[in-house]
């Protein structure tokens, strides 16, 4: 069974960059014909898709997202990372990893599988 696990830290100060990696296991990122994909939820707010990274590493971004947003992986590790510069406390979300067969991800759908989330909190 694939498992995804999000490891960062909790708290970020404004202007400075989030970065978050997701660990995979039971499965390789560069599996045919996946998308692994970052996936954020603010308090009181519904699912961003914020981009994702294919299994031949082409990388995909949400258009309100892209200037400040990079995704990146080291598949020695199986892994992949979220890079999210020049945060504000608008970005405190609950930050999710997540596989599918489609690049962009705003629901669970019954063939993919989501991390369990990680709390991100931008302030001073």
């Known amino acids: 069974q694939v498992q995804l696990q999000e490891s960062g830290p909790g708290l970020v100060k404004p202007s400075q960059t989030l970065s978050l990696t997701c660990t995979v296991s039971g499965g390789s990122i560069t599996t045919s014909s996946y998308y692994w994909s970052w996936i954020r939820q603010p308090p009181g707010k519904g699912l961003e898709w914020m981009g994702a990274i294919a299994y031949s590493g082409s990388t995909y971004y949400s258009p309100s997202l892209k200037s400040r947003t990079s995704i990146s992986r080291d598949t020695s590790k199986n892994q992949f990372t979220l890079q999210l510069s020049s945060v504000t406390p608008e970005d405190t979300a609950v930050y999710y990893c997540?596989?599918?067969?489609?690049?962009?991800?705003?629901?669970?759908?019954?063939?993919?599988?989501w991390g369990q989330g990680t709390q991100v909190t931008v302030s001073s």
């Open positions: 997540a596989r599918a067969r489609e690049v962009v991800v705003t629901s669970k759908g019954r063939n993919d599988y």
